[in-house]
């Protein structure tokens, strides 16, 4: 029942690869806790790749937020790609699909980000 | 519509992630067996699940001297299902609107918008202490379209 996160590197993006649930007490905190730890380690142009995400609660949805906005604070990008038709359809509801740039191609996703 | 027969469930739960999880499965199972669509499902289930978790941690804050009871009935016409607390109340008009521009950035405080928007109709109640939450689905209506 709980989150799946995987990390790899493409071009200098940080790709993590969610799976599972991103709710209270299962997700959000793991989802968190790595986003600070890339952060800390000077990882600031993330992608969190959402394909196999099939359940996000509203603490999930407060948790891609706090990540969005802590990650921008820090001078960095936080990207969300392969979106589900739920997740999607939760982002529309809450009036956050305009607020986080999302993408649904890695390879144009890769390209989008600034590049020093 | 079902041709199903009235019945109600009750479940006192400790103030637990385990509780939220058994009350979502449970409006999962109760809206499957009801024949609505996989979307309304996931709709009720997460909407039950919300309001679980404000029961839980808002309501009763985890404190395991405080229970949460649900129950879940099919009236044949709607799904009901009520969630009580024993925390110390909730002033539904008092919530922040989540979709103002300027709380849109907040890490918290969609739960009850997310409730409204999935279900048909949705009550308060205070208890003196705590709060009755009531979630109403219709059934044989025409998706949310949410």
Known sequence: MSMKISTRQVDGITIMDLGGRITLGEGSVQLRDSVRDLLAKGQKKILLNLGDVNYIDSSGIGELVSAYTTVRNQGGELKLLNLTRKVHDLLQITKLYTVFDVKDDEASAIASYAHA | ?146
């Open chain 2, 1 to 146: 519509m079902t041709g199903q027969q009235a019945s109600r469930v009750t479940y006192t739960l400790d103030s637990s992630l385990d509780s939220v999880n058994k009350v979502e499965q449970t409006a999962e199972q109760m809206a499957r067996k009801a024949g609505v669509d996989e979307d309304e499902i996931f709709r009720i289930s997460m909407a039950v699940r919300e309001a679980a978790v404000n029961a839980v941690l808002h309501g009763n804050a985890y404190d395991p001297e405080k229970r949460m009871t649900a129950s879940f009935e099919n009236t044949g016409s709607d799904l009901v299902i009520r969630i009580t607390d024993e925390g110390k109340g909730l002033d539904p008009a008092t919530l922040p609107d989540p979709l103002a521009p300027e709380n849109l950035l907040r890490g918290s405080g969609r739960g009850i918008f997310l409730i409204r928007s999935f279900m048909d109709e949705v009550h308060f109640k205070q208890l003196h202490p705590g709060t009755e939450l009531t979630l109403i689905k219709h059934l044989g209506t025409a998706p949310t379209g949410a």
